[in-house]
């Protein structure tokens, strides 16, 4: 049965940098059938997808947060993981990880709620 | 960046309804769509993948049809379980992007 796991802290300064990361079980991150997402939902705003590494470590992002985001993987640990830097309020909101088989998030996680409050 | 346009923002509905929603891409995606149900406090998950087909386990009411710019996700016959925001998602290029959702209530 594949599963997801968000970790990590749930409040944040302003300004300082948020490290997250999806645990996988069921599935491992070395397949080359997937790919590994970050997801998110502002405060009070719809889905906005965060970026994804595959395997390979190859990585793509948001247009809007790429200037902050670092998504890595580590096949030991089997986990993926999100940084985000710089952060302010409006990246309060619900984090999610999912798994992405090409078309689309098959499996998510059940999220994680990150505040960014001094 | 591929854009989505869902519509209606927002819409009111009885049990047994046939509910329809519209997804718009700012360019052509062939059939590279997928609609998912995301309910406070739940992930999302996901009911259609690539325009038309259902998700493992999800109920037939629900049926996605368009390719091009202009997909559909149609509820047959609404649900209590239904009640949620929908929103679409394309994957045929990068960055993905989310339609802005489209909420799903009670009338």
């Known amino acids: 049965q594949v599963q997801l796991q968000e970790s990590g802290p749930g409040l944040v300064k302003p300004s300082q940098t948020l490290y997250l990361t999806c645990s996988l079980s069921?599935?491992?991150?070395?397949?080359?059938?997937?790919?590994w997402s970050w997801i998110r939902q502002p405060a009070g705003k719809g889905l906005e997808w965060i970026g994804r590494i595959y395997t390979t470590g190859d990585t793509k992002y948001s247009s809007s947060l790429k200037s902050r985001v670092t998504i890595s993987v580590d096949p030991v640990k089997n986990q993926f993981s999100l940084k985000l830097t710089s952060v302010t309020a409006a990246d309060t909101g619900v984090y999610y990880c999912?798994?992405?088989?090409?078309?689309?998030?098959?499996?998510w996680g059940q999220g994680i709620l990150v505040t960014v409050s001094a | 960046d591929i854009q989505l346009t869902q519509s209606p923002v927002s819409l009111s509905a009885s049990i047994g309804d046939r509910v329809i929603i519209t997804c718009r891409a700012s360019q052509g995606i062939r059939n590279d769509l997928g609609w998912y149900q995301h309910k406070p406090g739940k992930a999302p998950r996901r009911l259609i993948y690539?325009?038309?087909n259902l998700h493992s386990g999800v109920p037939s009411r629900f049926a996605g049809s368009g390719s091009g710019t202009e997909f559909t996700l149609t509820i047959s016959s609404l649900q209590p379980d239904d009640f949620a925001t929908y929103y679409c998602?394309?994957?045929?290029?990068?960055?993905?992007?989310f339609g802005g959702g489209t909420k799903v209530d009670l009338k």
């Open positions: 999912a798994r992405d088989d090409k078309v689309g998030f098959d499996h």
């Open positions: 998602l394309q994957h045929n290029s990068y960055p993905l992007t």
């Open positions: 690539a325009a038309s």
């Open positions: 069921g599935v491992i991150t070395r397949s080359g059938s997937y790919y």
